[in-house]
């Protein structure tokens, strides 16, 4: 299991200096879309000169032109590139071809997937990298979380690895371990403390701990 750190509201220099703070805890900095909206992708260039040694990804939502998107944000240093469940067959086709040839990987958001399995079996079997079951910030407010359809999609992938975000804090972070997904995404759970680094070592030590 490895622990992912999403950054959506700062801007490069800020992004930059927090994960200075938990680069020793954290295995992937996600450059969140807010940041790639305000920032452009040269935000993912910046994270990835200043951290070389870390994964990089970038969360572009993607949901047409998908090919040319991810040849863009692999050409920016991003090691792993997102795109929507709910877009066309064709789009996620073309950006899991696109980023074989670049030796980058691709994460699907099930943001929004009504039919989380039915769609979890075609993905898999369209060959992307990650399935990430995620309860977006609106829903997060009306008290949803993500841990029953991560069950729901481990029980039906064969090759992709998932991944889990949307609201994770330290206090919840058992109960996501308990389900072993491959990737644990957190931001606010973080990024919102004062002592960062205390947190985000805490929240690696119970990951190790598995």
Do not use: W
């Amino acid at each position: 299991m490895k622990l992912q750190l999403a950054l959506d509201l700062v801007n490069i220099p800020e992004a930059i200096e927090l994960v200075k703070e938990v680069e020793s805890y954290i295995d992937v900095v996600e450059i969140g879309t807010p940041v790639v909206i305000n920032e452009g992708l040269k935000a993912v260039k910046e994270m990835k000169a200043a951290f070389p040694n870390l994964t990089v990804l970038a969360d572009l939502k993607i949901m047409d032109a998908a090919g040319y998107e991810v040849s863009q944000a692999s050409q920016a240093g991003a090691d792993i590139i997102t795109i929507l469940g709910t877009a066309e067959d064709q789009s996620i086709e073309g950006a899991v071809e696109e980023a074989k040839k670049h030796n980058k990987k691709i994460l699907v958001d099930m943001i929004a997937v009504k039919d989380i399995e039915t769609r979890a079996k075609e993905l898999d079997e369209l060959g992307v990298d990650y399935i990430c079951v995620h309860t977006g910030y609106d829903l997060q407010a009306v008290g949803k979380n993500s841990f029953e359809d991560l069950a729901t999609i481990k029980s039906v992938v064969k090759q992709a690895q998932t991944a889990i975000a949307g609201g994770i804090k330290q206090e919840t972070l058992p109960e996501v371990i308990k389900q072993q997904p491959d990737l644990i995404i957190v931001g606010g759970g973080i990024t919102s403390k004062e002592d960062k680094q205390s947190v985000a070592r805490e929240m690696k030590k119970l990951i190790q701990l598995g």
